[in-house]
């Protein structure tokens, strides 16, 4: 009696978050662990990392009450393996979705929680050895860098001269310039420079400083991260250069998505690199528990252009990034 | 009392030169020199301007360390901290701007003064009363400022208030008579704290302190009382550098003045300070800062260093710089 009176309560629920059909409905009887583990808020895109992540949890929970969902944050890698210790002798876990610090030093530890039975999912950073993930979710770096540069040659006509700023060296940022430098060298468009700003938005406003002081004409600029792009904005109107027609980003920071929708001359595009992919993992591991929805394989985001005609899909006023 | 103020005498009294004295400002000729060889434009008068503005945060936060470093302490929290006075900052200028209209910049750069101090008072109590190596105490309230500014940004960034942002705006890229505000900031702040140095019973206590806190005390110094006050000093002073920060970009991140502390130990030391207390040099300190921009400018100007070799050159010109400064010093 009781558990038929549970089980009613959840279908009504189910019901009302209208996620859920009668497939569901067999699972429920049995409870499900997923346990989240993701990089520490320590820069905009983790900062929306974790708010999306903690945001997904909220709906997850609201729409399928048997499974329960833990989000644990890391500040390094050796903390993450940590974590995940923890995590994996206080609770029996059905599934692991993990955004690893670094691939080397987070597989074995994965491969671990992989050999209780635990179904993993990997997202955007990938495991040094795939053949331990039953789910990978990530964005297309390489595309954010070809996209961008796709449209910057066909504004510029295929001719000018541009800068470049890039990230803290990694392989994200590595794919994103060769993604970049790629589409753009089939063109006669000249990289003039391209220096590290870390993804800091000082460093990359002292370094745009520079650069308008070396080059007496850029045409465009491109940092591979709006956080750098907001540095770069500043710098360029302090010196009130006419020639930059075009300051771009990427990443789909809020406060250049609000640019894009306001059709701001010289940053009319974006291109994405949500921090929400992690939801995306998240909702898509648990269809595999809720749902009769197999979800083993590879997920790639696209990195579409984000215009003013598409931004409010792209656009979360709630979110710190 | 009167052994430690015989002891320090010679410091205040810049009649004579002395080459080590020189060594940071020949250091950065040297530097100018090698930047106008390689590129034409590094001497344009935008460019100096650029770089001697952006050194104005390191230098005016290194005058404060300087002092700390003089009395033989170190604050590790420096970056951190200039973060987090930054987030309070802006915080109280939105909360008052409804009420205060452009006033609350004013308003905000006062909280910023105080609450910078009392970041100060708190690192230089807990390693006076505490007892406890400033290198620890600092490295701990390096974590808390840093972990503070963080959970205040929600790791995003937290910027100041639109109807704010154009009437602040000029004190980062404004000038009077063609020298930006900054830079006077700077001078006005250096020779305040070369005054406090070398022209007070302070200054003079505090590199007695440094150089030998047992005899400072046996001469009736109050050395925690000295120490704790230099770490006041550099509280203030990281608050005035958050002052100059928020007009530039206008906003506070989890990143903002990350390393920064290293980058103002350096510029210390660079500038004849020495590391282990009882030596100080405000206005080589004002050049080590200088030094360092110049350098990371001329690293961009020039196209010989692939960007992947930036820093391994940036490091060897550093320790070029101090290895000349000892030669020099030791005639």
């Given at each position: 009696m009781k558990l038929r009176t549970k089980g009613a309560a959840l279908l009504s629920a189910a019901v009302l978050a209208g996620a859920l059909s009668g497939a569901a409905a067999q699972a429920q009887d049995k409870q499900f662990t997923i346990a989240v583990s993701i990089p520490a808020a320590t820069h905009g895109w983790t900062g929306g990392v974790v708010y999306h992540a903690q945001e997904a949890e909220k709906q997850l929970e609201a729409a399928y009450p048997n499974i329960d969902v833990i989000v644990s944050t890391a500040s390094s890698a050796t903390a993450q393996v940590s974590s995940l210790e923890d995590l994996s002798a206080t609770n029996e876990l059905d599934a692991l979705v993990i955004l690893p610090f670094t691939s080397?030093?987070?597989?074995?530890?994965?491969?671990?929680?992989?050999?209780?039975?635990?179904?993993?999912?990997?997202?955007?950073?990938?495991?040094?050895?795939?053949?331990?993930?039953?789910?990978?979710?990530?964005?297309?770096?390489?595309?954010?860098?070809?996209?961008?540069a796709q449209w910057l040659v066909e504004k510029l006509g295929g001719e000018g001269e541009i800068v470049v700023l890039r990230g803290i060296p990694t392989v994200i940022d590595d794919?994103?310039?060769?993604?970049?430098?790629?589409?753009?060298?089939?063109?006669?468009?000249?990289?003039?420079?391209?220096?590290?700003?870390?993804?800091?938005?000082?460093?990359?406003?002292?370094?745009m400083q520079d650069y308008l002081g070396k080059y007496?004409?850029?045409?465009?600029?491109?940092?591979?991260?709006?956080?750098?792009?907001?540095?770069v904005i500043e710098a360029v109107d302090q010196a009130e250069r006419e020639d930059v027609q075009y300051m771009l980003g990427g990443n789909g920071m809020k406060q250049v998505i609000e640019m894009v929708k306001a059709g701001d001359e010289r940053t009319p595009i974006s291109t994405p690199y949500p921090p929400s992919m992690i939801a995306s993992a998240m909702f898509m591991t648990a269809a595999q528990f809720a749902g009769q929805a197999p979800m083993r394989g590879s997920f790639k985001l696209d990195a579409p252009l984000i215009t003013p005609q598409n931004a409010d899909q792209f656009y979360f006023p709630d979110s710190p990034f | 009392?009167?052994?430690?103020?015989?002891?320090?005498?010679?410091?205040?009294?810049?009649?004579?030169?002395?080459?080590?004295?020189?060594?940071?400002?020949?250091?950065l000729g040297v530097i100018i020199l090698l930047g106008t060889m390689i590129n034409s434009n590094f001497?344009?008068?935008?460019?100096?301007?650029?770089?001697?503005?952006?050194?104005?945060?390191i230098a005016i936060i290194g005058v404060g360390a300087t002092f700390v470093i003089a009395t033989g302490g170190l604050d590790l929290s420096i970056g951190s901290m200039l973060a987090f006075v930054v987030g309070i900052m802006i915080m109280a200028m939105n909360a008052l701007a409804p009420a205060l209209g452009p006033w609350a910049i004013p308003a905000g750069a006062v909280v910023a003064l105080v609450v910078g101090s009392l970041c100060?008072?708190?690192?230089?109590?807990?390693?006076?009363?505490?007892?406890?190596?400033?290198?620890i105490v600092t490295l701990g309230t390096m974590g808390i400022f840093r972990a503070l500014i963080t959970y205040m940004t929600d790791g995003g960034s937290l910027s100041i208030d639109r109807s704010l942002r154009s009437a602040y705006r000029p004190l980062y890229f404004g000038d009077f008579l063609g020298v930006p505000y900054p830079v006077i900031i700077t001078l006005v702040i250096a020779l305040l704290g070369a005054f406090i140095l070398y022209r007070t019973k302070y200054g003079r206590r505090v590199t007695a302190v440094g150089s030998n806190s047992d005899v400072a005390r046996f001469s009736g110094v109050h050395v925690g009382g000295v120490r704790t006050m230099a770490f006041v000093i550099q509280?203030?002073?990281?608050?005035?550098?958050?002052?100059?920060?928020?007009?530039?970009?206008?906003?506070?991140?989890?990143?903002?003045?990350?390393?920064?502390?290293?980058?103002?130990?350096?510029?210390?030391?660079?500038?004849?300070t020495l590391l282990r207390g009882g030596k100080a040099h405000i206005w080589g300190t004002v050049a080590g800062a200088l030094i360092l921009e110049v350098i990371a400018?001329?690293?961009?100007?020039?196209?010989?260093?692939?960007?992947?070799?930036?820093?391994?050159?940036?490091?060897a010109i550093i320790i070029i710089a101090m290895l000349a400064h000892r030669f020099t010093s030791s005639r």
């Open positions: 080397e030093e987070l597989t074995g530890p994965v491969e671990q929680v992989a050999s209780n039975g635990t179904f993993i999912t990997v997202v955007d950073r990938g495991l040094a050895d795939p053949s331990i993930q039953d789910l990978y979710v990530a964005g297309d770096n390489i595309a954010v860098g070809a996209n961008t794919e994103r310039i060769q993604g970049f430098t790629e589409v753009i060298d089939q063109s006669d468009i000249k990289i003039l420079d391209i220096q590290y700003a870390n993804w800091n938005q000082d460093e990359a406003f002292t370094l007496p004409n850029i045409d465009a600029v491109w940092a591979n991260d709006d956080d750098m792009l907001l540095g | 009392m009167s052994s430690a103020e015989i002891a320090s005498l010679p410091e205040s009294e810049g009649f004579k030169i002395r080459w080590g004295d020189l060594a940071p400002f020949i250091a001497m344009s008068a935008n460019n100096l301007l650029n770089v001697i503005t952006r050194s104005a945060f100060g008072l708190l690192n230089g109590l807990i390693v006076t009363v505490g007892r406890i190596e400033p290198f509280g203030f002073c990281v608050a005035v550098a958050a002052i100059c920060y928020v007009p530039r970009l206008g906003a506070a991140t989890p990143t903002t003045g990350q390393l920064w502390e290293l980058q103002v130990i350096t510029a210390v030391v660079i500038g004849g400018n001329v690293m961009v100007l020039s196209d010989m260093v692939s960007e992947y070799l930036v820093a391994a050159v940036q490091g």
